[in-house]
């Protein structure tokens, strides 16, 4: 009987490592479902996280772009805040200097041509003080940016393209034309 309780004790054990190994097979095959799953979980969140870093930075781009963007234009606002009204008093300096070119005989007219001088320098300085300056025409050539061909003439003694005459003056504010110069041109 022994024999027969030893036989079946070795047949049970090799029954139970039989059924261990079965189990254990089964949790590794388990466990390994379930890593590759959660291995999947786990890539799905990362390739989320990628995304929306990338947005991240995206929206961050964006803002410091809008950012400078505004900077830029409230600057380009200040500096030709007064472009409106330096536009309006271009004609009054044109008026003044016209009012200056006659001649006057008479000393009580002298006087007042006198005190409109003054006046028109206290406004030609206001006016430069504010980057206001005119655009140079004498003897230059004829820039499209800056002038305005009014005529075009043939005289000796000029170049081609070069500016014969100056029949209104031009003005620019800080670098920008308000006012391009009305310009006679030899062709």
Same mark, same amino acid.
């Given at each position: 009987?022994?024999?027969?309780?030893?036989?079946? @004790?070795?047949?049970?054990?090799? *029954?139970?490592?039989?059924?261990?190994?079965?189990?254990? +097979?089964? #949790?590794?095959?388990?466990?390994?479902?379930?890593?590759?799953?959660? @291995?999947?979980? !786990? /890539?799905?969140?990362?390739?989320?996280?990628?995304?929306? /870093?990338? %947005? $991240?930075?995206?929206?961050?781009?964006?803002?410091? @772009?809008?950012?400078?963007?505004?900077?830029?234009?409230?600057?380009?606002?200040?500096?030709?805040?007064?472009?409106?009204?330096? *536009?309006?008093? &271009?004609? #009054? &300096?044109?008026?003044? +200097?016209?009012? $200056?070119? #006659?001649?006057?005989?008479?000393?009580?007219?002298?006087?007042? !041509?006198?005190? $409109?001088?003054?006046?028109? %320098?206290? &406004?030609?300085?206001? $006016?430069?003080?504010?980057?206001?300056?005119?655009?140079?025409?004498?003897?230059?050539?004829?820039?499209? *940016? &800056?002038?305005?061909? !009014?005529?075009?003439?043939? +005289?000796?003694?000029?170049?081609?393209?070069?500016?014969?005459?100056?029949?209104?003056?031009?003005?620019?504010?800080?670098?920008?034309?308000?006012?391009?110069?009305?310009?006679?041109?030899?062709?």
């Amino acid at each position: 009987m022994e024999e027969k309780d030893l036989e079946k @004790n070795e047949q049970e054990e090799i *029954t139970e490592e039989i059924v261990n190994d079965a189990e254990q +097979e089964l #949790v590794t095959e388990e466990e390994k479902e379930e890593q590759q799953s959660d @291995n999947k979980e !786990v /890539q799905q969140l990362k390739d989320e996280n990628d995304e929306l /870093q990338n %947005r $991240l930075l995206r929206v961050q781009a964006e803002y410091d @772009n809008f950012r400078k963007r505004t900077k830029k234009e409230k600057e380009a606002d200040l500096k030709y805040k007064s472009q409106s009204i330096v *536009t309006e008093l &271009l004609p #009054v &300096l044109d008026n003044f +200097e016209r009012a $200056l070119q #006659v001649e006057i005989e008479d000393k009580a007219a002298k006087g007042v !041509v006198e005190g $409109l001088e003054i006046v028109y %320098r206290q &406004l030609k300085t206001v $006016l430069e003080s504010e980057g206001v300056e005119a655009i140079e025409t004498d003897g230059q050539i004829f820039d499209p *940016t &800056l002038h305005q061909a !009014v005529i075009q003439v043939e +005289e000796e003694g000029y170049e081609s393209n070069q500016i014969v005459e100056t029949m209104q003056k031009g003005y620019q504010l800080k670098g920008r034309v308000i006012r391009p110069a009305m310009v006679k041109v030899n062709q």
